[in-house]
């Protein structure tokens, strides 16, 4: 009876076959490939200026090389795809409000609705202008400190529009003063429609007196590649550049003593070299002071100004070092908080809430018996270089940081004992004059006890 049946059905499935018109041996169609599509979900931070400028970093999965993306339908600047799972963009400027967050891969996009909110930036401030007086010529080179500039900044002395405004950063911008009668005059700086006004800042004054010399900025600025403004390491020469100015002569004229108190100067002038020392406890700030003399004709004598200016001073590899080490011992340690263990990571890094997760899910699973946690090597400094990790691709970040571990644990669901070793790759960043943990990845060294199947960590 089977035997039957199955004929049976053999020549129904013929008849069928010859009913459609088909032939046997002809090739069922491969179906088109499948796309599997991004998944956006998250941005941070999730809040930025108008203006533009914000280095966003967008987290979800199925990202891929040649991804595109969208904030608020306009399109960012600097996008890089930074692995399967993380987007870094600069965002570009935009009105006020939320705004939608869209990545598309090879044509199938995501869309994260009000993911990211473009602020309105703050009214600026002024709380000082040097020099704070010059000649009714005008063309007096002066430097406005305050807070909250930015690109497209104006500013007026008395009514009238300044010239050559440069907006060195958002607390300093330099402008040549316009022509203008003797007296007092009103400062004032305008960013993106909204005015700040230093009353009665700047002095006119007919030409005349001899005013002594005027130094409008002093610029300490590291060799090292994309390193930031007023940093150095440790028995490093960092230059230093003096912007002078004098109504009456000549800068060659000018008599510029240099001195600090850290390091050694040398050269003279508007340009020198300050070596750092060598050996000394960082991070700490240092100082170096600049004095300008003008020779007075007659028995006048002579007259001087003087300006500071100050660096941040680091160990950068043992200070990497340090925060990656310390940051495994504080994780064998199962006593303390998740929240205190990842003290060292920076904010505005993804990484932070990942390792958050991470250790919170340790804490849950596993009590750690004992751990060896080896020195960091090797550690490297290469500003926005990036870190090579296996498996994850490039990380971004300013330093690196490789550390071996040994961790011997008991499960608490099953109280069996595990043991878990590798290396583990962490990334650093330079922010806010100190070094931050930016990300920690152990992608090679991943324990899964064989019996559960439960994970130590990631």
């Known amino acids: 009876m089977r035997i039957r049946t199955a004929l049976s059905a053999g020549l129904i499935a013929a008849m069928v076959c010859s009913a459609c018109g088909g032939s046997p041996s002809t090739p069922t169609p491969t179906p088109p490939p499948v796309v599997i599509g991004p998944t956006v979900l998250g941005v941070t931070p999730a809040t930025g200026s108008t203006a533009g400028g914000t280095e966003v970093a967008i987290s979800g999965v199925n990202f891929a090389a040649g991804a595109t993306v969208t904030i608020g339908g306009a399109s960012p600047t600097n996008v890089r795809v930074v692995s399967s799972t993380s987007i870094l963009a600069v965002t570009g400027a935009h009105q006020a409000g939320p705004a939608d967050v869209t990545v598309t891969v090879a044509g199938v996009a995501s869309t994260l609705s009000s993911a990211f909110t473009f602020a309105a930036l703050p009214p600026p401030t002024i709380s000082s202008i040097v020099p704070a007086s010059g000649s009714t010529a005008g063309g007096t080179t002066v430097t406005i400190t305050g807070t909250n500039f930015a690109a497209g900044a104006t500013v007026t002395i008395g009514g009238v529009a300044a010239t050559g405004v440069t907006v060195v950063s958002s607390t300093s911008l330099?402008?040549?003063?316009?022509?203008?009668?003797?007296?007092?005059a009103d400062v004032v700086v305008t960013v993106a429609g909204q005015p700040a006004t230093l009353a009665r800042g700047f002095t006119y004054a007919a030409p005349g007196p001899n005013l002594p010399p005027v130094i409008t900025a002093l610029k300490i600025q590291s060799v090292q590649p994309n390193a930031p403004a007023d940093f150095a390491d440790l028995n490093e020469?960092?230059?230093?550049?003096?912007?002078?100015?004098?109504?009456?002569?000549?800068?060659?004229q000018l008599t510029f003593e240099w001195s600090a108190d850290l390091g050694t100067i040398t050269g003279t002038g508007t340009a020198v070299l300050w070596r750092m020392p060598a050996a000394a406890t960082t991070p700490r700030a240092a100082t170096i002071t600049l004095r300008v003399t003008e020779a007075l004709t007659g028995s006048a004598g002579s007259q001087s100004t003087t300006a500071k200016a100050t660096l941040s001073?680091?160990?950068?590899?043992?200070?990497?070092?340090?925060?990656?080490?310390?940051?495994?011992?504080?994780?064998?340690?199962?006593?303390?908080?998740?929240?205190?263990?990842?003290?060292?990571?920076?904010?505005?890094c993804p990484g932070k809430a990942e390792e958050l997760v991470d250790v919170t899910d340790n804490r849950k699973k596993f009590v750690i018996l004992s751990s060896t946690i080896g020195p960091a090597d090797p550690v490297s400094v290469g500003f926005k270089s990036g870190c090579v990790?296996?498996?994850?691709?490039?990380?971004?970040?300013?330093?690196?940081?490789?550390?071996?571990?040994?961790?011997?644990?008991?499960?608490?669901?099953?109280?069996?004992?595990?043991?878990?070793?590798?290396?583990?790759?962490?990334?650093?960043?330079?922010?806010?004059?100190?070094?931050?943990?930016?990300?920690?990845?152990?992608p090679s060294g991943t324990h899964t006890n064989p019996l559960t199947g439960a994970t130590f960590i990631r």
Do not use: M
């Not at 330099?174 to 007092?184: E, H, I, V």
């Not at 070092?321 to 998740?338: C, E, K, M, T, V």
């Not at 590798?422 to 990845?441: F, H, Q």
């Open 174 to 184: 330099q402008a040549a003063t316009p022509a203008r009668t003797a007296g007092q």
């Open 237 to 252: 020469s960092v230059p230093v550049t003096a912007s002078v100015t004098d109504a009456e002569t000549p800068i060659s």
């Open 313 to 348: 001073l680091h160990n950068s590899l043992k200070e990497i070092g340090d925060i990656s080490r310390q940051f495994l011992l504080d994780f064998s340690d199962s006593n303390l908080a998740p929240s205190y263990v990842v003290r060292d990571f920076y904010d505005g």
């Open 389 to 442: 990790v296996p498996k994850y691709g490039t990380r971004s970040g300013d330093g690196c940081a490789v550390v071996q571990c040994e961790w011997h644990d008991k499960e608490l669901s099953t109280e069996l004992l595990g043991t878990t070793k590798g290396p583990d790759y962490l990334t650093a960043v330079y922010r806010n004059s100190r070094w931050w943990l930016c990300n920690s990845d152990f």
